[in-house]
């Protein structure tokens, strides 16, 4: 997707340790947030961040972390992952109100 | 915050037919209104999206409606391709000052050839 990539695109980790995922912009766009997607579920937003350093809880936050120090980079953190957060994480970025987020390419994560 | 509702989970439909699908919100200050198609493997992209002061919206083949009185809009596709199949989410705008969007769950869409 034009603008913003996520990596790793695919992770396989252990229960209880931590894991960081990243998302990067080339958009210069404000607002950054990460959603995970599961079966019977769609998207549910974990976090959010309106600008540098500034951040919020969406409606699934329980478990992870989020920074983001520079505009075009917003990383999510599992403290100790679970078998729980097994899933596919989204990262998306909007520009203003009101338009669409554009969304990556998403990062299969499997927790063993 | 805002609850998104959406049916059906699973559409198949003659190539050619129309195909619509529903959904429900509940904030009633929910002010913006995207669908995105999500083909396997890929991100969701956004294919159409329509704002409260609008009622309908068309693009080609795609078009959206919106009841605000009812609190639900609708995706219609006609003419459908194979192309089409995928899973289509529409999502509303929750009111405050971060521009979340609270996605529906999703409507696998199967055109069959």
């Known amino acids: 997707d034009a603008g913003i990539t996520q990596s790793p695109r695919h992770k396989v980790t252990e229960t209880g340790t931590p894991v960081t995922l990243r998302c990067h912009q080339t958009e210069n766009h404000r607002y950054m947030y990460w959603y995970r997607q599961d079966p019977g579920h769609g998207l549910r937003l974990i976090h959010y961040?309106?600008?540098?350093?500034?951040?919020d809880k969406g409606e699934v936050s329980d478990g992870y972390s989020v920074s983001r120090s520079k505009t075009e980079d917003f990383l999510l953190t599992l403290e100790s992952a679970t078998s729980s957060q097994t899933s596919v994480y989204f990262c998306?970025?909007?520009?203003?109100?009101?338009?669409?987020?554009?969304f990556g390419s998403g990062t299969r994560l499997t927790v063993v | 915050g805002e609850n998104v509702e959406q049916h059906p989970s699973t559409l198949s439909v003659q190539e050619g037919d129309s195909a619509v699908i529903k959904c429900t919100y509940s904030?009633?200050?929910?002010?913006?209104f995207p669908w995105y198609k999500q083909e396997l493997g890929k991100g969701p992209q956004l294919i159409i999206d329509?704002?409260?002061?609008?009622g309908e919206k068309k693009d080609q083949r795609i078009a959206v409606t919106l009841n605000k009185t009812a609190k639900h809009f609708s995706l219609h596709i006609t003419e459908t391709q194979p192309e089409d199949s995928a899973v289509y989410f529409c999502?509303?705008?929750?009111?405050?000052?971060?521009?979340?969007?609270?996605f529906g769950s999703g409507t696998q869409l199967t055109v069959l050839p």
């Open positions: 329509i704002r409260s002061n609008v």
């Open positions: 904030d009633s200050a929910s002010n913006y």
């Open positions: 998306a970025i909007s520009e203003s109100d009101p338009v669409g987020y554009t």
């Open positions: 999502a509303a705008r929750s009111s405050g000052s971060a521009r979340q969007l609270t």
């Open positions: 961040s309106y600008g540098v350093k500034d951040t």
